[in-house]
């Protein structure tokens, strides 16, 4: 039976083949920012399906009562209800027809939630030293503050999934970047990153 795959621009199948086909043995470990419900549109189900341990961040509640559903039960997730962002304190987030497409604000106008910093998170998870195959990122605009905070902690991710709503928001992501990581390819709305420090076959 082949593998499923379930990324909405086929991400995680372009991560999981070019791994497999330059024999990167990734750390098993996946952080999801924005995780949605867990299946529809995810780059971590993949991983999740083959084993991996998850840490999995949605902030909408109904999504996030639908992850928690989704992963009742399975010792090697964990759901987290907060906000990831340059601020930590209490936000708003705003919970449209479409959960997908919810947003974070400070201005009171939604569902209170909770925001930490990137290192905050990792601390709160317990992987602030321990290595991550695959950062996935679709916060419907924080992903360029994310980034940048991912890239003060040590180790960083192997693999870097991030959306890039702009083109603006495209050159902010390649500043933060490009120092350490390649940009390996587009997939419409997403940018795919691999460390350079990894990728020996990039030239």
């Known amino acids: 039976m082949s593998k499923r795959f379930y990324g909405q621009y086929d991400d995680d199948h372009y991560v999981w ?10 750390p098993q470990r996946v952080l999801d920012i924005g995780a949605g419900n867990g299946v529809r549109l995810s780059n971590s189900r993949a991983f999740i399906e083959a084993g991996w341990e998850a840490v999995l961040v949605e902030p909408n ?3 996030f009562a639908e992850l928690q559903r989704e992963y009742a039960g399975n010792p090697r997730v964990r759901c987290y209800q907060l906000a990831v962002g ?57 992903d360029a503050v994310i980034l940048e905070q991912m890239m003060g902690c040590d180790p960083q991710a192997w693999w870097v999934i991030a959306e890039s709503l702009t083109q603006h928001s495209r050159r902010v992501q390649l500043d933060v970047m490009q120092a350490d990581y390649h ?21």
Not at 17 to 26: I, W
Not at 91 to 109: L, T
Not at 187 to 197: F, Q
């Open 86 to 142: 340059n601020a930590d304190g209490n936000w708003c987030v705003r919970v449209g027809a479409n959960p997908d497409h919810s947003r974070v604000s400070h201005d009171g106008d939604g569902v209170p939630v909770e925001m930490v910093t990137y290192r905050q998170l990792m601390e709160r998870t317990g992987w602030l030293r321990k290595p991550l195959g695959l950062l996935t990122v679709d916060t419907e605009g924080h």
């Open 183 to 203: 940009l390996l390819n587009i997939l419409d709305l997403n940018c795919l990153w691999v460390r350079r420090d990894i990728a020996k076959w990039v030239p």
């Open 17 to 26: 083949d070019v791994s497999l086909q330059q024999g990167l043995v990734l």
């Open 61 to 63: 509640p109904v999504s």
